[in-house]
C-alpha cells in the first residue's frame, strides 16, 4: 500500500492533536475547486478555496469561500474593516505564504493573516481545503479551524 505523503499542513495537525482526513488526488497544476470536489465527489458547498488579498491598508487577509462562489470584495473588505480590498497577483503568493496557486491552505502560511471563511461553512459540521500542496485536500472540523487559525465567519460571497 502506497504511504500517504504527509504535507506540512497534515504535519501541523498532528502536532496540534487536530482530527483530519486527508484526500489525495491526481493533479500536478492548479485545476478548479470546482474540478476538486468533483474528482473527490465531495459537496461543493463543503469544499473551500483560500483566497489571499490585500487591503487598503496594506494589511494582508485570507478568506476561505465555497469553491463554486466569487468572493465579494465589498463585502470581505467591510468584513474585516478596510474600505476596500484586491486579490493578489498569484506571483506575490508564494513569497508571501510559502504556498504556490492551487495549493494554498489557510493552516501553515508563513506568517498568521487575519482569516475570514464564508457564513456558508456554518451548515457543516466540517469543511475540506487545500492541504497545502496541489493534489492534497484536508478535512477539518469548523472549530478547530476556527481555534486554530482565529478565523471568522462572515458574508462574504457573491449572490447570484
Do not use: W
Amino acid at each position: 500500500m502506497k504511504k500517504i505523503e504527509k504535507t506540512n499542513v497534515m504535519r501541523i495537525l498532528e502536532q496540534k492533536k487536530i482530527n483530519y482526513k486527508s484526500y489525495e488526488y491526481a493533479a500536478t497544476e492548479a485545476i478548479s475547486g470546482v474540478e476538486v470536489a468533483d474528482i473527490l465527489n465531495q459537496d461543493k458547498n463543503q469544499v473551500f478555496k483560500t483566497l489571499v488579498t490585500i487591503g487598503n491598508s496594506k494589511n494582508y487577509y485570507v478568506f476561505m469561500i465555497p469553491v463554486h462562489k466569487e468572493l465579494d470584495l465589498k463585502k470581505a473588505a467591510k468584513a474585516v474593516g478596510e474600505k476596500s480590498i484586491a486579490m493578489i497577483k498569484s506571483k506575490e503568493l508564494l513569497p508571501l505564504t510559502g504556498y504556490i496557486h492551487g495549493g494554498c491552505s489557510p493552516i501553515g502560511m508563513k506568517k498568521q493573516f487575519r482569516t475570514t471563511v464564508d457564513i456558508s461553512a456554518e451548515n457543516f459540521q466540517t469543511i475540506i481545503f487545500s492541504g497545502g500542496k496541489i493534489g492534497y485536500q484536508v478535512e477539518v472540523a469548523m472549530e478547530d479551524l476556527k481555534q486554530l487559525v482565529r478565523a471568522e465567519l462572515a458574508d462574504i460571497v457573491v449572490e447570484v
